[in-house]
């Protein structure tokens, strides 16, 4: 099996690394160790390069899961050189894009706190993203949530990963915001993220460091999907 450590999962922060290329797939390839967050719970895969000795680019289109645990597969350009077994090669992350995604992926767990109802859905975008609400009625304007949020973003609340065993989480089942997806289980121990004072849910995705960072968000719209679903979009207010 080829694994790669997730160095992302404790400093997403990280934009380069040294790595080897471990095996070579029909789709990409896996490295011992990077920084190339999979897509999953509704976060993009990652893209950028990775930078061989003899300054070839191999361009990394998509980052996902492999089929079995601990695998990640960085999906190459066809147009990219032909990627060779135990190369040493640099990998390069699209930090703007990667950061933008940690930006919105911290507001969406801002607006779960704001608006306290189960999760049916969601996805992060660059420009905009949702989370999708088993709400029979809206009973709060977009113009209310966005004042919420904007409260939250300018506390400068602290963001940080913790972790809780399988049976602890068993026995909080409140904690689960989403209703289709439920988190990884099975390893002994579930990666949660904390917002001081704020929120705190299982999540293995990319976040900033404190909520300042987000920058202005705003409710681009809200949308009837379904007798009891809701669905809110946040954008940043200056795009």
Not at 46 to 73: F, M, S
Not at 89 to 106: E, N, P
Not at 216 to 227: A, D, F, H, L, M
Request: hydrophobic share 35%; with cysteine.
């Amino acid at each position: 099996m080829s694994t790669s450590i997730p160095l992302f999962r404790d400093d997403a922060y990280l934009q380069t690394c040294l790595a080897e290329i471990i095996d070579v797939r029909d789709q990409g390839v896996i490295l011992d160790q990077t920084i190339f967050y999979p897509m999953g719970g509704g976060q993009p895969g990652d893209t950028g390069y990775l930078l061989l000795d003899n300054g070839d680019r191999l361009t990394v289109t998509d980052t996902i899961k492999g089929a079995l645990p601990g695998e990640i597969i960085h999906v190459l350009d066809p147009q990219s050189p032909q990627p060779v077994l135990k190369a040493k090669i640099t990998a390069v992350l699209d930090w703007k894009r990667r950061y933008t995604h940690m930006k919105m992926h911290t507001a969406l767990h801002l607006l779960s706190a704001v608006l306290s109802y189960p999760v049916t859905g969601g996805q992060v975008g660059a420009e905009r993203s949702r989370l999708d609400f088993d709400i029979p009625e809206m009973t709060v304007t977009k113009e209310e949530i966005t004042e919420k949020l904007h409260a939250m973003i300018s506390g400068d609340y602290p963001v940080d990963a913790a972790s809780i065993t399988d049976d602890e989480l068993n026995s909080r089942p409140e904690l689960v915001k989403t209703m289709s997806v439920k988190p990884p289980m099975g390893s002994g121990t579930v990666r949660l993220i904390k917002i001081e004072g704020l929120d705190l849910q299982p999540c293995g995705g990319t976040h900033v460091r404190r909520t300042k960072e987000i920058g202005s968000i705003e409710v681009i719209k809200i949308e009837k999907k379904g007798r009891q679903n809701r669905r809110v979009v946040l954008g940043f207010s200056n795009l």
